[in-house]
């Protein structure tokens, strides 16, 4: 399992066992002192647990943001109940890394398994982010239209502002 995995586990296993905020590590390797946006993914088996981050940093470190956003998706994540000690062991764990988004003109220039995508309405404060490489969203008009429909925005009535991300992912 990789670092970033590993530290998403135990900031999990912490609150989930004992209610508290996994700290800081205070050594932390080299690649721990940038920042950067992070999503955690958390899989039951083959099925989806949560999937929560930032497109953006939020926190003084790598380390802070996968903590705190592996904690939002063992716990907030709306799609499903909060994850339950009984479950820790059947977990396995995904941390994207992404690189900063960048607003495109031109749909031609997106690709669903090299980039991910954010879609914000112009004159709303609707928004929505996928991942790259996501099941079933093979093409450009399947992953835009399920960003569209994420955000609740119906681009045919609204204009709508497109970004895209690379992503390293861990797992």
Do not use: H
């Not at 721990?32 to 993914?41: D, E, Q, S």
Request: hydrophobic share 35%; charged share 25%; net charge neutral.
């Amino acid at each position: 399992m990789n670092i970033y995995c590993k530290l998403a586990k135990q900031a999990i296993e912490n609150y989930i066992k004992k209610q508290e905020i996994l700290d800081v590590p205070q050594k932390l390797p080299a690649e721990f002192n940038k920042k950067a946006g992070i999503f955690v993914t958390i899989y039951n088996g083959k099925e989806l647990r949560g999937c929560i981050g930032t497109y953006q940093p939020t926190k003084q470190n790598l380390a802070k943001e996968i903590i705190d956003n592996a904690i939002s998706a063992a716990t907030n994540d709306w799609r499903f109940g909060p994850i339950t000690k009984e479950e820790l062991p059947e977990l396995s764990y995904e941390v994207s890394v992404l690189e900063k988004p960048k607003q495109i003109e031109d749909i031609g220039k997106l690709d669903p398994k090299k980039f991910g995508i954010i879609v914000q309405g112009i004159n709303t404060r609707k928004s929505a982010l996928l991942l790259p490489d996501l099941d079933g969203l093979d093409t450009i008009e399947k992953q835009l239209s399920a960003c569209c429909q994420k955000a609740n925005i119906d681009p045919a009535q609204e204009q709508i502002a497109i970004f895209r991300f690379q992503t390293e992912k861990y797992i």
